[in-house]
């Protein structure tokens, strides 16, 4: 079975472009998370999607927004870029909602503001 | 706020040794903790989980021990094989409903041939 893909793989834009991600879950799942990665952390919360409704929004500006389609598939969107935007962004996707559902992550989209 | 923290960055150990992997975190509402591992341009692999009503669990060479008292987690790998390098993470959701995963930092395992 696919796992979760997302395009495209890397992207590079300039600062106050505006950028969109998608990502596209594990067949049967229909729970859709968000995550930043910066260098020498760990992958950031940023949504949180499940049966097309947003469940929960991390601690990110309105710069950033999201949405996930009937087929569960789903878009971050980011507007006005910044230099600090430049991040991997991974996509994960679970069977439902609920603290002990595994999530399951995508290879991610490398993002660079330039 | 650092909710979840790997306090070690990195760790190498031989080959068929073990290896152990620390997490501490500061939410009493954490109620399910998972590790997941990471290869350079490649997403996290969820590794093993365990709820806060249990202690341990097992698979295979993975153990995930729990302590709530002292809000701790240790991931032990046994034997440890060099295809176990990567960068491991630890992370934590709580009950209130969303499953949003809060992470560490990472901890970078090496194993020597």
């Known amino acids: 079975d696919a796992g979760v893909t997302q395009s495209p793989t890397h992207l590079i834009k300039t600062r106050g472009q505006h950028v969109t991600l998608r990502c596209s879950p594990i067949s049967g799942h229909k729970s859709v998370s968000w995550y930043q990665q910066v260098l020498g952390q760990g992958p950031q919360f940023i949504f949180q999607?499940?049966?097309?409704?947003?469940?929960g929004r991390g601690n990110f500006p309105d710069r950033f927004s999201a949405r996930q389609f009937p087929n569960y598939s789903s878009e971050l969107n980011v507007n006005a870029l910044l230099l600090g935007d430049s991040a991997l962004y991974l996509c994960?996707?679970?069977?439902?909602?609920?603290?002990?559902?595994?999530?399951?992550f995508g290879p991610g989209t490398r993002l660079t503001v330039t | 706020d650092q909710q979840v923290k790997q306090n070690s960055p990195s760790l190498s150990v031989q080959e068929g040794r073990i290896s152990i992997l620390n997490c501490d975190y500061t939410?009493?509402?954490?109620?399910?903790f998972l590790w997941y591992k990471k290869y350079p341009a490649e997403g996290p692999t969820f590794l093993i989980s365990i709820s806060s009503i249990k202690d341990k669990n097992e698979d295979g060479r993975f153990t995930v021990f729990l302590n709530k008292s002292a809000k701790h987690l240790s991931l032990h790998i046994v034997p440890s094989q060099p295809g176990d390098s990567a960068v491991y993470f630890c992370a934590a959701s709580a009950r209130t409903g969303a499953n949003n995963l809060f992470f560490g930092t990472g901890t970078r395992l090496t194993v020597i041939p």
């Open positions: 994960a996707s679970s069977t439902a909602w609920g603290s002990s559902y595994e999530q399951y």
């Open positions: 999607y499940y049966e097309k409704e947003e469940r």
């Open positions: 939410n009493s509402m954490f109620d399910y």
